[in-house]
């Protein structure tokens, strides 16, 4: 009897801590949240290898969801009132919502990214590109903050550096038609600018 009880402790403790392990492995993953997360290395493969536009439709979303995973519930909650604030239009809350998201969680790129963007709606431009440089050092596959930093010097009549943000965004995707439709237009831009001269 003592025997069957210490083989089913033995079992209970076996299983025990394989559950344990697997819980340990299951938030771990959640820890990677965003730019740090294992699954982003397969999806951006895709984006450069499939030829069907539904599978990189799927991975570019995919890719898009893990960037907005937030580390913890208070980075949640943050994002989730800036998000308001901006819709709201309302830039200087936004701003200082987002100023406590990047002092909370300072690895968190998408919280970088997203204060770039009010940022640029804004129009502080040097503060956007701070913030995008910023996410690049966390996640320098970012082609939204790539395409982001285009635009910012789209608005500073900076046409060459533009056109080197958006090739680079287009680079890491290739799949963002918008991105290539700016390529071409700045393309357009400087060769009847140079013909001009």
């Given at each position: 009897?003592?025997?069957?009880?210490?083989?089913?402790?033995?079992?209970?403790?076996?299983?025990?801590?394989?559950?344990?392990?697997?819980?340990?492995?299951?938030?771990?993953?959640?820890?990677?949240?965003?730019?740090?997360?294992?699954?982003?290395?397969?999806?951006?493969?895709?984006?450069?290898?499939?030829?069907?536009?539904?599978?990189?439709?799927?991975?570019?979303?995919?890719?898009?969801?893990?960037w907005h995973e937030s580390p913890d519930?208070?980075?949640?909650?943050?994002?989730?009132?800036?998000?308001?604030?901006?819709?709201?239009?309302?830039?200087?809350?936004?701003?200082?919502?987002?100023?406590?998201?990047?002092?909370?969680?300072?690895?968190?790129?998408?919280?970088?990214?997203?204060?770039?963007?009010?940022?640029?709606?804004?129009?502080?431009?040097?503060?956007?590109?701070?913030?995008?440089?910023?996410?690049?050092?966390?996640?320098?596959?970012?082609?939204?903050?790539?395409?982001?930093?285009?635009?910012?010097?789209?608005?500073?009549?900076?046409?060459?550096?533009?056109?080197?943000?958006?090739?680079?965004?287009?680079?890491?995707?290739?799949?963002?038609?918008?991105?290539?439709?700016?390529?071409?237009?700045?393309?357009?831009f400087l060769n009847a600018k140079q013909?001009?001269?």
């Open positions: 009897m003592m025997n069957t009880i210490k083989s089913s402790t033995s079992r209970s403790r076996k299983y025990s801590s394989i559950i344990a392990a697997l819980l340990a492995v299951i938030y771990c993953g959640i820890s990677f949240a965003d730019q740090s997360d294992p699954r982003l290395g397969p999806l951006f493969m895709d984006l450069q290898e499939t030829t069907d536009p539904n599978i990189a439709k799927r991975a570019e979303s995919q890719i898009w969801a893990i519930e208070q980075s949640l909650e943050i994002m989730r009132n800036a998000r308001a604030s901006l819709s709201r239009s309302d830039f200087d809350s936004a701003t200082e919502l987002l100023n406590q998201l990047v002092e909370h969680a300072p690895g968190y790129a998408e919280a970088w990214n997203q204060r770039a963007i009010v940022l640029f709606l804004a129009e502080d431009f040097s503060g956007a590109l701070r913030d995008i440089e910023q996410t690049l050092l966390l996640e320098p596959r970012h082609f939204g903050a790539l395409s982001g930093r285009g635009q910012v010097y789209l608005h500073l009549e900076e046409p060459q550096l533009a056109l080197n943000a958006f090739k680079q965004a287009l680079d890491r995707n290739p799949w963002m038609a918008n991105i290539r439709d700016q390529i071409a237009m700045v393309h357009a013909k001009s001269i």
